[in-house]
């Protein structure tokens, strides 16, 4: 069984081809590539769909040709044809769904309509070969841009919400912090690395709404809004005192410059260890309270070291396993949507050409 899989949910283009072994439940990766749009879109802060549509028109057959040659296979020898067909933006989930189905049609061959959120909450599992890809019960803690999410996993396909966020996602949450902070798109890994070797005790941060299983960020990034003009303040008065020491002794351009990144990379380190203590403590009170042995953590965020970091060692402190993808696994891909399509594929599933992409597709 090979699956051909596009993902075109937000900026980045994806297209993988997965084979998966017949007389037992592994699979390897025929090929994967990634299109990132960042570029195109840095320069305005944020996605604007029109300008993420297009390029996806422009990317999407260039990476099935490239697809199709690093895999030495023919579109003709692809079993079932994938793509995501929400949550999403529009205009974008349009695009790969359109060329799958297209395909599908084509070659006569099975239609798959995936899930975003299924394939970041499977991608733990992918290339797991000791235990054959099998998915097995844990609770699951998917954070990307637009999505956060605690998750009962029973097995393939039978899901249970614990929490979700009520506001902004994490990854929302750590973008938008990083703009107040005049850092690059896509903020998360500008806020880990301005983060790094930074004082996360520094800033008291807000951790908000920690008797219940959903989560709020909004809370702690407005907390930062109105911190920010006082640390500005701050570092503006100790820069004149520098300035005019300086005058008086000279050169003190260096120091005048290291202040200010401390107190960025303090801000930094304070506001990501607010997100990941909120995030490990939320997701070990979940997995002792649905009596797991197992704890997985997906998406976008999740490539953050510290987040792996402080995960992995609360699961190993409370007993439990924890399972996360690679980092490149983490962040959008097709690799995770031909994943969670052959795993369901085994269960029969398959979807309608008429089927429309859905922006709000709901996981539970
Ligand atoms: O899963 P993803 O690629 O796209 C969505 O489905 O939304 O997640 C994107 C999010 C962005 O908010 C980005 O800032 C965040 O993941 N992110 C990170 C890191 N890398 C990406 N956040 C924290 N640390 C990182 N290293
Ligand atoms: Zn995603």
């Known amino acids: 069984m090979t699956v051909l899989a596009l993902e075109t949910s937000c900026d980045e283009t994806g297209v993988a081809i997965l084979r998966g072994r017949n007389g037992d439940s592994r699979s390897e990766l025929l090929a ?38 690093s895999a030495n296979i023919g579109l003709s020898e692809v079993d079932a044809f994938a793509a995501t067909s929400g949550p999403g933006l529009a205009s974008s989930l349009m695009i790969g769904a359109s060329i799958a189905k297209g395909l599908a049609i084509g070659f006569a061959k099975p239609y798959l309509a995936i899930n975003h959120l299924e394939g970041h909450l499977l991608s733990p599992f992918f290339g797991d070969v000791e235990n054959g890809n099998q998915i097995r019960q844990n609770v699951s803690l998917i954070v990307s841009g637009g999505h956060t999410m605690l998750i009962f996993v029973r097995d393939l396909g039978d899901y249970q919400l614990i929490g979700r966020t009520v506001d902004d996602a994490a990854g929302e949450a750590l973008d938008k912090v990083a703009k107040m902070l005049g850092l690059r798109y896509p903020g998360g890994p500008e806020i880990e690395k301005h983060a790094c070797g930074g004082d996360p005790t520094r800033f008291d941060l807000p951790r908000s709404m920690l008797d219940s299983e959903n989560f709020s960020f909004s809370g702690l990034k407005t907390a930062v809004r109105y911190l920010l003009p006082k640390i500005v303040i701050s570092s503006e008065v100790k820069r004149s005192r520098e300035t005019a020491m300086k005058n008086s002794v000279g050169n003190a351009t260096g120091s005048l410059d290291s202040a200010r990144d401390d107190v960025i990379s303090d801000l930094c380190a304070s506001f990501q260890e607010a997100v990941i203590d909120v995030l490990v403590r939320k997701t070990i009170a979940a997995a002792q309270k649905y009596r797991v042995s197992l704890v997985t953590v997906s998406g976008g965020v999740s490539c953050n070291q510290e987040l792996r970091k402080q995960l992995g060692e609360a699961c190993v402190r409370e007993g439990f396993e924890f399972k996360n993808a690679e980092p490149w696994l983490c962040t959008d891909n097709a690799a995770m949507i031909a994943f969670a399509a052959l795993l369901r594929s085994r269960t029969r599933f398959e979807s309608k050409v008429t089927e429309e992409v859905d922006p709000n597709l709901a996981l539970v």
């Open 32 to 69: 994967s590539d990634v299109a990132s749009q960042i570029a195109a879109h840095e320069k305005y802060g944020g996605i604007v769909p029109e300008i993420a549509s297009r390029n996806h028109l422009i990317c999407a057959p260039r990476l099935l040709d490239r697809a199709a040659s």
